[in-house]
């Protein structure tokens, strides 16, 4: 399962995007249809020549795994071998999760994938794939005869085309039907959104991002399982897994070329700086935060070193305040839906933004830094914020809400 959150392009950035818990271990059995010992060996050996093949960037060995009879897929696979050729691949492996028998010979695989960027990713990609085999009675291997997506049904860069691959000083900018000199700027402002993170959020983290950009927004959906509609105005996402002990899954920022394209320097500066702050408190960031706090935290740090009023910052809800109107609450996690009202979902970032950048004001950067790892490290949604506040801040949420409210009015009047 995963969670989107994000914004108008016509300004900022997109949210995160927060996946779920992906991975598992072992190889499942199931009451109908488990598959025999030696079908799951055989599978997972097909499966391992397929990932050494992959790696060695080897076309014939690993097409020497798929059904000869499968003309369509082998035409596709050797294609999407072809448009990886770029990439500075460091592992690739599938993880057998469970191998249900369709009869003697057939036989359907629930896999993850595991891919790491040498140099980028400090933890492996995962991605739920489904195969399908077919075992030759002649020479008794298992060939694959279908590979799809599962779960949302993402899809993969490399199966949108050829990728081109742009490394900056902090950045990789793999992208797909755009040009050199698109990617070239991109990774240019990327470098400048790592360092501009790393002054604003105090722990470690990788220091080096890696951006997708697609050919279409379009493929931008497909890359997030979702449709189209959904990301039209929106500039950017980041994908990644949230919270928990250890190494987490790597983020990917993906942009829309087409909403990332209508904005100016400035603009672009702010989304990518955003989408990197996401990256950078990942392991921060838990189901317990809300969303104002992870949207508004990514902006306040997107923000920190510019020289914006917060008028400038905030029109919309400064619209509001002007025109007696001002917010009763701090932004519920509803008012980020990305099908709401354009304006609403402006106000709710605005607000987001105008939280963090009263607790660093109020009480100092270094409670706000506090605030978002009270709540991200608090067991569950219920009582996060509420405890946070009293521990770090000493306050309680109707006191903060009413100096929230009154700081808008104070500086949005």
């Known amino acids: 399962m995963s969670e989107r959150r994000g914004r108008n392009g016509g300004r900022r950035a997109a949210g995160a995007l927060l996946a779920g818990l992906l991975l598992a271990s072992g190889c499942a059995a199931h009451d109908d249809g488990a598959a025999p010992d030696a079908t799951v060996r055989a599978v997972r050996a097909t499966l391992d020549r397929r990932a050494a093949a992959v790696l060695d960037h080897d076309t014939d060995a690993y097409l020497a795994t798929t059904d000869p009879e499968a003309t369509g897929l082998r035409t596709a696979q050797r294609r999407e071998l072809a448009n990886l050729a770029d990439i500075p ?5 599938y993880r057998l999760r469970d191998v249900t028998a369709r009869g003697a010979d ?3 695989a629930d896999v993850e994938l595991r891919y790491r960027i040498k140099g980028y990713d400090a933890a492996p990609v995962a991605a739920d794939r489904v195969f399908d085999l077919r075992r030759d009675r ?7 005869v279908g590979d799809r997506a ?15 691959v742009v490394p900056g000083k902090h950045s990789l900018v793999l992208g797909v039907g755009r040009t050199e000199q698109e990617l070239r700027a991109i990774a240019r402002t990327a470098d400048r959104a790592v360092p501009a993170v790393s002054d604003a959020w105090p722990e470690r983290w990788a220091g080096r991002v890696v951006m997708l950009v697609p050919r279409t927004v379009e493929d931008m959906a497909g890359l997030l399982g979702s449709s189209a509609a959904d990301y039209r105005g929106i500039a950017a996402v980041t994908t990644g897994q949230t919270g928990g002990a250890g190494r987490t899954p790597a983020d990917r920022v993906i942009v829309n070329p087409q909403a990332y394209g209508t904005l100016g320097t400035f603009g672009q500066r702010i989304v990518l700086t955003h989408e990197t702050a996401h990256v950078a408190t990942r392991t921060r960031t838990s ?3 809300p969303t104002w706090l992870s949207e508004g935290f990514a902006d306040w740090a997107a923000y920190r070193s510019e020289d914006r009023t917060a008028a400038q910052i905030a029109p919309d809800l400064a619209n509001a305040v002007r025109r007696g109107d001002p917010p009763a609450e701090l932004p519920t996690d509803e008012d980020f839906g990305f099908a709401g009202d354009p304006a609403r979902l402006a106000r709710a970032y605005e607000g987001g ?4 950048e009263l607790i660093a004001d109020h009480w100092g950067e270094k409670k706000l830094f506090a605030f978002y790892r009270a709540v991200g490290g608090h067991p569950g949604r219920d009582g996060a914020v509420e405890q946070a506040m009293h521990e770090v801040l000493d306050t309680t949420p109707q006191d903060f809400t009413a100096l929230w409210r009154e700081q808008l009015r104070s500086r949005l009047g």
């Open 150 to 164: 599962d779960g949302d049904g993402a899809r993969q860069l490399w199966q949108q085309g050829d990728v081109r």
């Open 106 to 108: 057939r036989a359907t």
């Open 89 to 93: 691949l460091g592992s690739w492996t």
């Open 353 to 356: 933004w105008a939280a963090c």
């Open 138 to 144: 002649a020479d008794g291997r298992w060939y694959v």
């Open 287 to 289: 189901a317990a935060t």
